[in-house]
T-cell receptor
Framework: GAVVSQHPSWVICKSGTSVKIECRSL??????MFWYRQFPKQSLMLMAT?????????EQGVEKDKFLINHASLTLSTLTVTSAHPEDSSFYIC??????????????FGQGTRLTVV | SQQGEEDPQALSIQEGENATMNCSYK?????LQWYRQNSGRGLVHLIL?????REKHSGRLRVTLDTSKKSSSLLITASRAADTASYFC????????????FGQGTTLQVKP
């Protein structure tokens, strides 16, 4: 199947610093990617839709100035957590879907990034 | 926001038994997908079922979809200890963009 690669797989940063997470579709082009956040023992919550060449669409309650999303190419979306605080510590995971014959198929997920803010 | 609910939230069974997990959702969908997640790891795609399908099989997995009741079920037959994981349903709305809304998940423990 298609491969989505996410980097880094884990990161520890100091409070107040910024962290960038990369999401790449390795063998297909993705005009749209999605970013999710998962707190311990909870489900995945959609944060935003990353659109290639245009602004991201954020879900209600997600601060766009805090979670900066850039989708500069058809294979790369980045999520930057700015001025991170301990409450931002979470598992962040991206996804991209294949489109075949105009039909969106399964979503392919990156391996996820475990962010710990100390 | 969460699309719906899954039940049970936790399920503990013996190896060899069948495990059934249910998922309910709120809005019209294009497709529903089931994923598995081992503790602290990424998601593994299990099955996608489209809104015009009622049942789908893949190995020991059987998924049903009832759009009139807005519900789906995942059956794992002859469970193995290695099936221990969290299982999530996720819905892709009518717009079919690949944007998924996840259920709350079921934590399955299969005892050897």
């Amino acid at each position: 199947g298609a491969v989505v690669s996410q980097h880094p797989s884990w990161v520890i940063c100091k409070s107040g610093t910024s962290v960038k997470i990369e999401c790449r579709s390795l063998d297909f082009q993705a005009t749209t990617m999605f970013w999710y956040r998962q707190f311990p023992k909870q489900s995945l919550m959609l944060m935003a839709t990353s659109n290639e060449g245009s602004k991201a669409t954020y879900e209600q309650g997600v601060e766009k100035d805090k979670f900066l999303i850039n989708h500069a190419s058809l294979t790369l979306s980045t999520l930057t957590v700015t001025s991170a605080h301990p409450e931002d510590s979470s598992f962040y995971i991206c996804s991209a879907s294949l489109t075949l014959g105009g039909l969106v198929t399964e979503a392919f997920f990156g391996q996820g990034t475990r962010l710990t803010v100390v | 926001s969460q699309q719906g609910e899954e039940d049970p939230q936790a399920l503990s069974i013996q190896e060899g038994e069948n495990a059934t997990m249910n998922c309910s959702y709120k809005t019209s969908i294009n497709n529903l997908q089931w994923y598995r997640q081992n503790s602290g790891r990424g998601l593994v795609h299990l099955i996608l079922i489209r809104s015009n399908e009622r049942e789908k099989h893949s190995g020991r997995l059987r998924v049903t979809l009832d759009t009139s009741k807005k519900s789906s079920s995942l059956l794992i037959t002859a469970s193995r200890a290695a099936d221990t994981a969290s299982y999530f349903c996720a819905t892709d709305s009518r717009s079919n963009t690949g944007k998924l809304i996840f259920g709350q998940g079921t934590t399955l423990q299969v005892k050897p």
